[in-house]
T-cell receptor
Framework: LAKTTQPISMDSYEGQEVNITCSHNNIATNDYITWYQQFPSQGPRFIIQGYKTKVTNEVASLFIPADRKSSTLSLPRVSLSDTAVYYCLVGDPYNQGGKLIFGQGTELSVKP | EPEVTQTPSHQVTQMGQEVILRCVPISNHLYFYWYRQILGQKVEFLVSFYNNEISEKSEIFDDQFSVERPDGSNFTLKIRSTKLEDSAMYFC????????????FGSGTRLTVV
């Protein structure tokens, strides 16, 4: 399983764009990159998933360079309610038996 | 938006007692999972379940743990003889497709073993 490295914490202010980068140097050919968000005392919530280039949904964008050794989650115009822990997960969803491997995540703090 | 529902939200039990944590997955989902998170630590995989059998389990999921889908809607996790170190948030999740990483997690059951 590919190991991921992401910052332990980040601070931002309301209205700013936040970019959280995740390194995954040993990503395998069949691996996808997925981001989850977790609020205190709640279960993780799926944000976005991608394989290469750029993926965008109503919540976030995911940028993946050609070598796929890193990825960046972009949150546009954050609000206080975006304060949460963000997890980058890398793996082959078709051959992992449902096992998601969570790291420590990035604790994002959004200030007024 | 469909939700995964977990009950109870908080359970306190004495060491050595059996507990059953209950989950109602999203109705058209076929794959079911249990994860746990000890306070201040990572979210950890326990078990995945499909077609009425366990697909994969972690080292944490020893003989003290079992899962069941007793009817068409509930999915349960049983801990036979709880230990202090079983105290954690337990999250149930479900997905429509094994290949989709978009799992839907419930809000969790906080288990406290005293």
């Amino acid at each position: 399983l590919a190991k991921t490295t992401q910052p332990i914490s980040m601070d931002s202010y309301e209205g700013q764009e936040v970019n959280i980068t995740c390194s995954h140097n040993n990503i395998a050919t069949n691996d996808y990159i997925t981001w989850y968000q977790q609020f205190p005392s709640q279960g993780p919530r799926f944000i976005i998933q991608g394989y290469k280039t750029k993926v965008t949904n109503e919540v976030a964008s995911l940028f993946i360079p050609a070598d796929r050794k890193s990825s960046t989650l972009s949150l546009p115009r954050v609000s206080l309610s975006d304060t949460a822990v963000y997890y980058c997960l890398v793996g082959d969803p078709y051959n992992q038996g449902g096992k998601l491997i969570f790291g420590q995540g990035t604790e994002l703090s959004v200030k007024p | 938006e469909p939700e995964v529902t977990q009950t109870p939200s908080h359970q306190v039990t004495q060491m050595g007692q059996e507990v059953i944590l209950r989950c109602v997955p999203i109705s058209n989902h076929l794959y079911f999972y249990w994860y746990r998170q000890i306070l201040g630590q990572k979210v950890e995989f326990l078990v995945s379940f499909y077609n009425n059998e366990i697909s994969e389990k972690s080292e944490i999921f020893d003989d003290q743990f079992s899962v069941e889908r007793p009817d068409g809607s509930n999915f349960t996790l049983k801990i036979r003889s709880t230990k202090l170190e079983d105290s954690a948030m337990y999250f149930c999740a479900s997905s429509a497709d094994r290949g989709a990483y978009g799992y839907t997690f419930g809000s969790g059951t906080r288990l406290t073993v005293v």
